[in-house]
């Protein structure tokens, strides 16, 4: 019985910036990697980033410098900072919590980058 729950998506504009949030709630024992991907009809999904229960993060090319992604271990959440937006990151992002055997998903938020 896990829920992951994501937050904070909406439009702006080119350059702007936009805060994401995710938490994990329910019969959680551990945590490992907890990430966010993306999905834009006719792409394939995209990771975008990750980190670890230490802290290792891990980014996508494209995210690398513009994108910032933390986690707060005893309150089982992960943010993902984003700036210096562009049109291309318009997508659906989908948060990931990885746990043992098991990989649960958030429902997914919108992010619309347009002027």
């Not at 999905?39 to 394939?44: A, H, L």
């Not at 891990?58 to 049109?87: E, H, W």
């Amino acid at each position: 019985q896990v829920q992951v729950v994501e937050s904070g998506g909406g439009l702006v504009q080119p350059g702007g910036s936009l805060r994401l949030s995710c938490a994990a709630s329910g019969s959680i024992s551990s945590i490992y990697s907890m990430g966010w991907y993306r999905q834009t009809p006719g792409k394939q999904r995209e990771l975008v980033a990750r980190i670890s229960s230490r802290g290792t993060t891990n980014y996508a090319d494209v995210a690398k410098g513009r994108f910032t992604i933390s986690r707060d271990n005893a309150k089982n959440t992960v943010t993902l900072q984003m700036n210096s937006l562009r049109p291309e990151d318009t997508a659906v992002y989908y948060c990931y919590a990885d746990m043992p055997g098991l990989r649960y998903w958030g429902q997914g938020t919108q992010v619309t980058v347009s002027s």
